[in-house]
């Protein structure tokens, strides 16, 4: 379960309010600039790869068009949510295309377990340029803006304690189902792609495991699930920015609010501007990866403190199982951190 959640419906209160009221404002500033920086940074990452889906569903025209393109889509579903939930749910039915296939190939290619295993070999890194990836992929598994975003859109709808249940149920199953589809993933590219010597290293290629089952139109398929996947990211990106720029100097935390859609139009700009300068977010994206990631401990010590905290939490103070989660996810990431740093530096 995400360990943010409870401190907020609990308290009642947004997550950059609960910590500046139970902890500390220095603690939410720094919780909230951190959470902007990395925030920022993905949202460049998510034009790139949206201008990339449009164009390989359609490559009549420029990258940098379709990057314009890109973010136009995306201001709209951001800032006119009310006439955009039918293209939302379209964008959710992409996603469940996209991670079915992936699930049927489960059963349909012929496993390769030694080409899946080759996949697992473990080795710590060990150089700067290692290290940096390995830091880079913690750091996107461990997304700081992930469980800030559930924190206000459970306070968003008025969910009270009494959701509790449901909410925890929820995210459970949601992460059950992500990994699974992830295992999916893995299997397949391993059995076909890297059973062949062939690394997936790009979203293209990824997609060509897919041709055991969908033959030619992998890519096509592939490209209409990444498209929904970041068109959603993109948009949630925008709010993220809002709600916490609102909360961290105490404006109304609302979407109907104009300064928080000022929010959202300032992080459009610096998305649209990846495409009119051309660009490539990706020199820093491992970087912004590895930012979010040594940033984890000081994220993972707040909420621990929060959700132990017998004022604020009552009842619903966290048990035994949620708080070795925590001393262990704790302790991965001050590892990775100090790892990072030290050879980095």
């Known amino acids: 379960t995400e360990p943010p959640m409870p401190p907020t419906v609990v308290a009642g209160r947004n997550p950059i309010a609960v910590m500046r009221e139970q902890v500390h404002p220095v603690v939410a500033w720094a919780n909230g600039i951190a959470i902007l920086l990395v925030n920022l940074v993905f949202h460049t990452v998510q034009v790139v790869l949206g201008a990339a889906a449009l164009q390989l569903l359609f490559p009549q025209l420029g990258i940098r068009a379709w990057g314009v ?3 136009i889509v995306v201001a709209l579903m951001a800032l006119l949510p009310g006439r955009s939930r039918v293209i ?3 964008l959710q039915f992409f996603l469940y295309i996209l991670a079915a296939t992936y699930l ?3 059963f349909v290619v012929p496993i390769d377990w030694n080409g899946v295993g080759e996949m697992f070999t473990f ?3 060990s150089d700067a340029t290692s290290v940096l990836l390995f830091t880079a ?3 996107s598994a461990l997304a700081i803006n992930v469980p800030t975003i559930q924190g206000y859109g459970s306070i968003a709808r008025g969910w009270g304690v009494e959701r509790l249940p449901l909410i925890r149920f929820e995210t459970g199953l949601i992460n059950v189902m992500l990994a699974f589809v992830s295992f999916a993933v893995i299997i397949v590219v391993g059995s076909t792609l890297y059973a062949q010597g062939i690394p997936a290293t790009s979203a293209v290629a990824a997609a060509d495991s897919l041709r055991p089952v969908t033959g030619d139109l992998s890519s096509v398929l592939f490209a209409v699930g990444l498209l929904g996947a970041v068109l959603t990211t993109a948009v949630v990106q925008t709010s993220v920015a809002g709600y916490v720029v609102s909360d961290l100097v105490r404006w109304p935390v609302r979407m109907t609010e104009t300064r928080f859609k000022l929010v959202q139009v300032a992080v459009l700009a610096v ?3 990846i495409p009119f300068f051309g660009w490539d ?5 491992s970087w912004g990866a590895a930012f ?3 940033f984890m401990p000081i994220g993972i010590a707040t909420w621990w403190y929060l959700v132990n905290k017998k004022s604020l939490m009552g009842e619903h103070k966290a048990g035994p199982l949620l708080n070795a989660g925590l001393a262990f996810s704790l302790l991965v990431a001050i590892a990775a951190a100090v790892r990072f740093w030290y050879v980095t530096l």
């Open 88 to 90: 939302e749910k379209l």
């Open 271 to 273: 998305g649209i501007s």
């Open 292 to 294: 979010n990631s040594t």
């Open 123 to 125: 080795t710590l890194p």
């Open 69 to 71: 393109a890109f973010v």
């Open 137 to 139: 992929v913690l750091g």
């Open 281 to 285: 977010p990706f020199v820093w994206v």
């Open 104 to 106: 049927v190939a489960l």
